[in-house]
């Protein structure tokens, strides 16, 4: 079975002798996100760099062009669909511990937080799952606040309203404040293999509330491999 993920012989494979480099087209979206000056613009090029962001051969490309701090100041924006793409995009990316590393020093952890109470559904899961992944000991004070953890706890009691938020909620709690480690991973499982998306070469996809964005959540092994 051939991996989703790309690598520099397949990048060549697939955009030829004269096909534009990822470096330079993932620099190209940045410049047209910066002059672009109508909303709707500058929500589908979003979700064009969020869909960039399940891949880790654009990592290096993202941090040399500070896509991850745009999509903390898409967190910032009045825009729910900006939001949503930003958060979509941070939670794609900081599984890498490079990415993860990054957002932890542009302040994006209480921007994630805020994400929490965002009436989007999509921009909640994808702030959970950031949280599950960004919450280490460096960042467990920051994280791991009374409030913080009574609002994931209410996420975690809501199952029969979103098994999704619930499943995710529980499985954060587990992980990090209840050290429930296999019941985390058989939470994240349920939330991966069975609610948010269809399967892709061995990997979840989620489908966002537009068609031009996926989000892919880690595979089982990633998500626990550095447990």
């Not at 309203?161 to 296999?182: P, Y």
Request: net charge negative; charged share 20%; proline share 4%.
């Amino acid at each position: 079975m051939r991996s989703m993920f790309t690598n520099v012989q397949r990048q060549v494979e697939r955009t030829g002798r004269s096909g534009t480099p990822r470096d330079k087209y993932l620099q190209d979206l940045v410049s047209q996100f910066q002059n672009a000056t109508d909303e709707e613009s500058k929500e589908k090029i979003a979700a064009n760099l969020a869909n960039f962001a399940y891949d880790p051969f654009n990592y290096a490309f993202m941090r040399q062009l500070n896509v991850l701090e745009l999509f903390l100041d898409c967190i910032t924006e009045p825009n729910e669909r900006l939001i949503e793409f930003g958060i979509g995009g941070i939670c794609n990316s900081c599984v890498d511990p490079a990415n993860a590393l990054v957002i932890v020093q542009c302040g994006g952890i209480p921007l994630i937080i805020q994400c929490l109470s965002s009436p989007v559904r999509n921009t909640v899961t994808y702030a959970l799952g950031a949280l599950y992944y960004l919450c280490n000991p460096a960042t467990k004070k920051e994280i791991l606040k009374p409030d913080v953890v009574r609002i994931i706890r209410e996420y975690a009691a809501a199952g029969a309203v979103n098994t999704s938020f619930s499943n995710m909620a529980n499985a954060f709690l587990e992980k990090h404040v209840d050290h429930d480690l296999e019941g985390a991973m058989q939470r994240c499982h349920n939330v991966m293999f069975t609610e948010i998306g269809i399967m892709k070469e061995g990997v979840k996809w989620k489908e966002a509330s537009r068609p031009e964005l996926k989000f892919c959540c880690a595979s089982i092994s990633d998500a626990y491999s550095s447990s």
